[in-house]
């Protein structure tokens, strides 16, 4: 693996002055400071780096030099693990978003929607398909595919408003102790006229320590869909019996149509009741009317009436309009649960002494 050495320094962090499309939890715009230097890689995680560490190949488009894909992110901390027994003096970890933006936009220094081509696959001229790392020109900085080709896992957990609360020097994101299941939509009531009274004592949800090993998170994982199963079956003979219905993630099958059965492609079966992660997509389980977070079979936690979901693993990758052909790096993703594997997710790696 190539490294990238990235100075200290500071950014303006989210939506950019005059940027399009942004989304709202891409703001407020705010300054950050990094104050200690990294090292971050040259190029995403390859397919022939991730078999030489995990002895398998999960990716859906498959080449020795394509980037490594439909991965967790329980299985991106997993390589990150076998990286640090190499016990060759660094230790490895995956960029926080602050770091993985830092890096992305290379000193202010964005590439114009003209040159996108040059640097970027994208929509419009990837032809729906992943391709081999570095084959675009670098960033200001010397890094590779920091926009197009796949999304990165960094190590952050989303909120929606965490930038109007993150901390100027190294933000790192919310904590887990953050999150505790409550309120209308996430295990509590559900809002006024959507179908009576929830359950009012939400389980809590499982509290890690935060050197848990990936077991440990799966456990805790497994421990609270069971909850979560509990919570829905109990609503739903509240809601009379109302069937599951189906929600398809945003995967290269593109989006789902809601109602019963296997949904489009890109997503899983429905299988007892509750939706498969499946590839491409994330499946949920609830009644159009109830207002409580629900659960895929994986562990994958989404609201279908509260929109975004709060506590997830954050995924960057530089977003665009095809049409126009705008780019910018300060989009964020996250309806993806720690156990999920979507077929344009991969990571890239930072190191340090």
């Given amino acids: 693996m190539e490294f990238v050495s990235i100075a200290p320094g500071e950014f303006m962090m989210g939506c950019s002055d005059g940027d399009a499309l942004c989304n709202a939890d891409e703001s407020p715009r705010h300054r950050v400071q990094i104050t200690k230097g990294f090292e971050i890689g040259k190029f ?24 490594v894909e439909t ?26 978003e602050a770091e993985w933006e830092y890096a992305a936009r290379a000193g202010g220094n964005i590439t114009t929607p003209e040159k996108l081509d040059d640097v970027a696959w994208y929509a419009a001229n990837s032809d729906d398909e992943t391709h081999p790392v570095g084959l675009k020109k670098p960033n200001a900085w010397g890094l590779f595919d920091m926009l197009g080709n796949v999304r990165e896992w960094v190590s952050d957990l989303y909120s929606a408003t965490y930038y109007s609360q993150a901390p100027t020097a190294d933000p790192s994101g919310p904590s887990p102790e953050q999150y505790a299941r409550s309120g209308p939509g996430r295990g509590g009531g559900p809002p006024a006229g959507r179908g009576g009274p929830g359950p009012t004592t939400p389980p809590a949800r499982p509290t890690l320590p935060p050197d848990a090993t990936p077991q440990q998170q799966i456990d805790a994982l497994r421990q609270e869909v069971t909850q979560l199963r509990e919570e829905v079956q109990q609503l739903r003979e509240q809601l009379g019996g109302a069937p599951p219905f189906a929600f398809g993630g945003p995967g290269r099958g593109g989006p789902q149509p809601f109602g ?72 964020r993703y996250t309806y993806y649960g720690p156990t999920l594997r979507v077929s344009d997710i991969g990571l890239r790696v930072v190191r340090v002494k």
């Fill in 71 to 96: 991965i967790s992110k329980l299985d991106a901390q997993a390589f990150v693990a076998k990286l640090n027994e190499l016990h060759d003096g660094y230790h490895y970890r995956l960029p926080t």
């Fill in 260 to 331: 019963p059965g296997p949904g489009a492609p890109g997503g899983g079966p429905i299988q007892s009741g509750f939706g498969g992660p499946g590839r491409g997509g994330l499946q949920a389980l609830g009644s159009p009317t109830a207002g409580p977070a629900v659960v895929g079979a994986g562990g994958e936690l989404y609201d279908p009436l509260d929109g975004l979901p709060t506590g997830l693993p954050v995924v960057r990758g530089g977003g665009w309009d095809q049409s126009a052909k705008f780019q910018r790096v300060s989009v």
């Fill in 44 to 67: 995403e995680i390859n397919q022939a780096q991730w078999m030489a560490l995990m002895h398998d190949n999960p990716s859906s488009q498959q080449g020795s030099n394509l980037p």
